[in-house]
C-alpha cells in the first residue's frame, strides 16, 4: 500500500501517536526520531529499520533488536526464516556489537534515505552506550554481592 | 493490478498447517481506501443506536412566579410568589437561575437517528474491509498483531463449530489473537464519569473480529465470553465493527467460507455485487498511489527539467570593498596586484625619504627627553623617600628596621 495514501489514513491518529507539551511524537518501534513525520514513521513505508530496545540478562552484549520492516506480496509469516518473523517485521538480535549492526542498515538503506539511515545508526549508537552502561553498573553489583 | 495477491488458508487445528494454499484476494480488498467516507458514514450510523430522551418538560416551571417589575430595586427574572418560605421572593424560570429550566430542555422528538445514502454505507463498509486487509491500519489502529501468521486471517469452516470457550480461546492463542486479547483485558477501566451509574462501568477496548458464514454456527457461543472479541456474519457486516470509532483497520479473523462469500456480497470489478442489487465497488482515482515511484520512474524523470540548484546571488550581509579586501578583489580582481605594487613602493622608498627620516630623528629625541624626566623624577621621589625615613629616624625615635612599617 502506499506510504502516500497509509500516511493520510494514519497521521491524525494511530495507536502510536503521542501529543504532550506541543510535541506529535511516535512510539512507533519503526520511528528512530521519536517525532511523529511522513519520512521518519516507519511502519507505514517499505523498508525501515527500527533500532529497538530489549530487556536480556547481563551477559548478552546487547539488548538490542534490528526491527526490519517487511515489504511481502502477500502478509505471510515466513516460517522457514532465521530470524524471528511477524507479519510486519523480522526481528535481528544485535549480538555481534554495533559495527556489525550498523553495516545491517547501512546495506538496508544503501545510499537513499541518508537522514533516516543516519537516524538509525545514532539510535543504535545511542542504545549502545546506555547499554555498556548499565552493563557495566550490573556487573559491578554482581561482584559486590559476590564479596 | 496485473497480479492478484493471494491468500492461504489455515487449519484450525495448528496454525502452521495450510488446508487451501493461493486463494485470490476478494476484490473488496482492493478497494481505494477513503477515510473520508467512512467518517463520514460513521459519525451518522453511530447516532442511530440512540434513544430518545428528554427532559422533564414541567421541570423549573412549576411555579406560578411572576415578575416583579421595575422600581423594586431588584432584576426583573421573574421571581417566585407567596411568602413564609425562603424559595419566595427567588428568582425562577430561567436558565441562568437557580432552580429555573434549562435552556432550550431536549425535548424527545429530536432528530436522534440518520439517514446516510446506501452506496454510501456501502462504499464505506467496503472500504473499511479492505482496511482490514493491510498491516501497518491494523497495527495503527493498535492490534497487536505480532504473532499472526498472516493479514488478513483465513482459517477453516471447522472453528463455526466451537461451542465451547475453551476451544475458542486455544484457537486464539495457536493464531496469535491472544495477544490482542490480552490487551483488552489488561486495559480496562472503570469509566470516567456518571455513566458507571448507568450501566457502563468499564470502558472495554475492542479485540479480534470474527466473521463467520453458515447461519447454524455455534461460534457466537464459544466466543461471546472472550473478553473484546466479536462475532459478525458476513452478510450484517457492520461498520461500527470494522471501524470502531471511525478508526480504519480492525483485526479480522475470517472463515474460510465467509471470505469466499465476500466476492458475491460486494462484487469484483468485472462483475457488480450479486447481493447488494446494482452495487459496484468503488474504482481509484489512481491506479498506482504510489508517488515516489511515478517521481523517480524513467518515464516521468526523462521529461523533468534538471532541478535547480539554489544559486546564491549575492551574499547576505553586504561587505563595504573599500574596507574589506576580499570584497575588493571579488569586485575588481586586479586590485590584489595594485595593492602588492603599491606595498612595495612604499617599502623601497622607506629608506630614503626625507620625511621618514625626520620622524624618525623627532622620535628618537623625545624618547630621549622623556627619559631624562623620568629620571629625574625617579631621583626626586628617592630622595623624598629617603628623607622621610631620616627625619622618623631622627625625631621620633623610631628604629631603623621597624620604620618601614610605619
Not at chain 2, 472495554?204 to 472472550?226: D, M
Not at chain 2, 574589506?324 to 602588492?340: C, I, V
Amino acid at each position: 500500500m502506499s506510504q502516500q495514501v497509509l500516511w493520510e489514513v494514519v497521521k491524525g491518529n494511530n495507536a502510536f501517536l503521542v501529543k504532550r507539551n506541543g510535541l506529535t511524537l511516535s512510539t512507533d518501534p519503526f520511528n528512530n526520531t521519536g517525532v511523529q513525520t511522513y519520512s521518519s514513521t516507519g511502519f507505514i513505508s517499505k523498508n525501515a529499520v527500527g533500532v529497538v530496545p530489549t530487556s536480556g540478562k547481563v551477559n548478552q552484549i546487547n539488548n538490542i533488536n534490528l526491527v526490519a520492516k517487511k515489504s511481502t506480496k502477500f502478509q505471510q509469516v515466513d516460517r522457514k526464516a532465521k530470524n524471528t518473523q511477524s507479519v510486519y517485521a523480522s526481528t535481528l538480535a544485535v549480538k555481534h556489537g554495533v559495527h556489525t549492526a550498523s553495516r545491517v542498515i547501512r546495506k538496508r538503506f544503501g545510499t537513499s534515505r541518508v537522514g533516516l539511515q543516519k537516524a538509525a545508526l545514532r539510535k543504535l549508537v545511542k542504545l549502545n552506550r546506555a547499554n555498556s552502561v548499565r552493563r557495566r553498573n550490573e556487573l559491578a553489583a554482581a561482584k559486590a554481592q559476590k564479596k | 493490478m496485473t497480479s492478484v495477491p493471494l491468500v492461504s488458508v489455515f487449519s484450525a487445528d495448528d496454525s502452521s498447517k495450510v488446508t487451501a494454499k493461493h486463494i485470490p484476494l476478494p476484490a473488496v480488498f482492493q478497494t481505494p481506501i477513503r477515510p473520508d467516507i467512512v467518517s463520514f458514514v460513521h459519525t451518522n450510523i453511530a447516532k442511530n443506536r440512540r434513544q430518545a430522551h428528554a427532559v422533564n418538560p414541567q421541570a423549573g416551571m412549576q411555579h406560578s412566579a411572576e415578575s416583579w417589575g421595575t422600581g423594586r430595586a431588584v432584576a426583573r427574572i421573574p421571581r417566585v410568589s407567596g411568602s413564609g418560605t425562603h424559595r419566595s421572593g427567588q428568582a425562577a424560570f430561567g436558565n441562568q437561575c437557580r432552580k429555573g429550566r434549562m435552556s432550550l430542555p431536549i425535548k424527545v422528538w429530536r432528530r436522534w437517528h440518520r439517514r446516510v445514502n446506501i452506496k454510501q454505507k456501502r462504499h464505506a463498509a467496503a472500504t473499511a474491509v479492505a482496511a482490514t486487509g493491510i498491516v501497518p491500519l491494523v497495527l495503527a489502529r493498535g492490534h497487536r498483531i505480532s504473532q499472526v501468521p498472516q493479514i488478513p486471517l483465513v482459517v477453516e469452516d471447522k472453528i463455526e463449530s466451537y461451542e465451547k470457550t475453551t476451544d475458542a480461546l486455544n484457537f486464539l492463542k495457536r493464531f496469535g489473537a491472544f495477544e490482542d486479547v490480552q490487551k483488552v483485558v489488561s486495559t480496562k477501566v472503570v469509566r470516567a464519569g456518571i455513566s458507571k451509574q448507568r450501566g457502563k462501568k468499564y470502558r472495554v477496548r475492542k479485540g479480534p473480529l470474527v466473521v463467520y458464514f453458515n447461519e447454524n454456527a455455534k461460534l457466537l457461543k464459544a466466543f461471546r465470553n472472550v473478553p473484546g472479541v466479536e462475532v459478525v456474519n458476513v452478510t450484517r457486516l457492520n461498520l461500527l465493527q470494522l471501524a470502531p470509532g471511525g478508526q480504519l483497520g480492525r483485526f479480522v479473523i475470517w472463515t474460510q467460507s465467509a471470505f469466499a462469500h465476500l466476492d458475491k456480497l460486494f462484487g469484483t470489478y468485472r462483475y457488480s455485487s450479486i447481493i447488494k442489487d446494482g452495487y459496484q465497488l468503488l474504482r481509484p482515482l489512481i491506479t498506482n498511489p504510489d508517488l515516489a515511484r511515478i517521481i523517480n520512474s524513467n518515464q516521468v524523470q526523462e521529461k523533468v527539467q534538471p532541478a535547480k540548484t539554489t544559486k546564491v546571488l549575492h551574499e547576505v550581509q553586504k561587505k563595504n570593498p573599500l574596507k574589506n579586501t576580499k570584497a575588493m578583489d571579488r569586485l575588481n580582481p586586479y586590485a590584489k596586484k595594485q595593492r602588492a605594487a603599491a606595498a612595495a613602493a612604499i617599502k623601497a622608498n622607506t629608506k630614503g625619504t626625507k620625511k621618514i627620516k625626520k620622524n624618525k630623528a623627532l622620535k628618537k629625541a623625545s624618547r630621549a627627553a622623556y627619559n631624562k624626566v623620568a629620571a629625574s623624577l625617579n631621583d626626586a621621589t628617592k630622595a623624598a623617600v629617603q628623607e622621610e625615613q631620616d627625619i622618623k629616624v631622627k625625631y621620633f625615635s623610631v628604629q631603623k628596621g621597624a620604620a618601614q612599617t610605619e
